[in-house]
């Protein structure tokens, strides 16, 4: 634990939202952590991101999101130079539009799933104004977050995954049969359908012919300009890990995945629930070891920090593992496999969270100590 951490009540500003179409999903997720945070060591900012992009906060900002009525919320201007750390709240007077000042913030904690959150570009916006925050930086944020790039990292060091074919929205546009026809040298349907930068199955599709494929690529395409065509791996098991820590990643028991749909789709995440969870799953102990170890080679090899949730496929019949993503924000909401697996390893949501301001914190330190100034 980092000295001094207990000895002060820290301020947390807590952000949800966003302008992904996981925006429903943040909301969730940051429910959860909201109700985790000890209100004795923690004193909280709750800051909702509309998905026109505009930074809100007042008295119970998450429930007003919740509810669709944000008329009363003040808008928020966060901070950008490291000289000017504080969060501002604009106030309308007769003169116009004035700054004031709102709090200092020791932590930012974004719980922010999918494009403008999770991507690298909200990181981007923590190190410009040299902030602490929970999670990956720029990079491990946006290689884990872009399905294209990731998989090309995973190949450079070795670790096994799905085959796929990485397409242009413009492709699909002015030749749909053709991008088909690429894919369909990959093997046998079923395909995936992917958005390379989403997150929470919004957007993917699984498609079990050519016009399943068309219409599949034609959704995924609302979503992102990049996308992902994957072969099916059939006879799978859908196998996840949790990873914790920065330069030394600690990683969970792992959880198998009972699909109620013919996926793991967005429904079956967070809306029924009805997904069954196997904890810890019923592997042998070798493939269990092998699937942690490529975990977290995973998360180091993107530079990964705080928390990521690592998706496998394993074949039933050959025990073959496939790594199929690192999600660096994964769901919070109570059904969600990240807090479940940690809380089977003997950590729980609470302390979860808390070991995550850490991490940050401690981040912080490490980034105090890089010189960014040339001397003689």
Known sequence: MLANFSMKKLRIAVLFGGRSGEHDVSLMSARSVLAALDA???????????????WLTGANTLKAFEKGNIKNLDRVVPPSEPSHQSLYIVRSTKMGDKLETLAGVDVFFPVLHGPFGEDGTMQGL?????????????????????KGIFKDVMLANNIPIVASLLVLRSEIENDMNTVIDKAEKMGTYPFFAKPANLGSSVGISKCNSRSDLAEGLMEAARYDRRLIIERGVGNAREVEVSVLGNEDPQTSVCGEILPSREFYSYES?????????????????????????????????????????????????????????????????????YPKLWQASGLTYP?????????????????????HRRTA
């Not at 799953?281 to 998360?299: F, G, H, M, N, W």
Request: with cysteine; hydrophobic share 40%; aromatic share 8%.
């Open 40 to 54: 004795e060591r923690y004193e909280v900012i709750q800051i909702g991101i509309t998905l026109d992009g505009d």
């Open 351 to 371: 302390q979860l969270v808390d070991r995550l301001i850490e991490l940050a914190l401690e981040r912080k330190q490490q980034r105090d100590h890089t010189e």
């Open 269 to 337: 995440k967070y809306v029924d629930g009805t997904s069954g969870l196997i904890i810890p799953a019923q592997l042998p102990d070798e493939v269990t070891s092998k699937i942690r170890e490529y975990a977290v080679c995973a998360y180091k090899a993107i530079d990964c920090a705080g928390m990521a949730r690592a998706d496998f496929f394993v074949e039933n019949n050959t025990h073959r593992i496939y790594l199929n993503e690192l999600n660096t924000l994964p769901g919070f909401t109570s059904i969600s496999m």
């Open 126 to 146: 923590f190190e410009l104004a040299d902030v602490a925050y929970v999670g990956a930086g720029v990079a491990g944020s946006s290689v884990g977050m872009d």
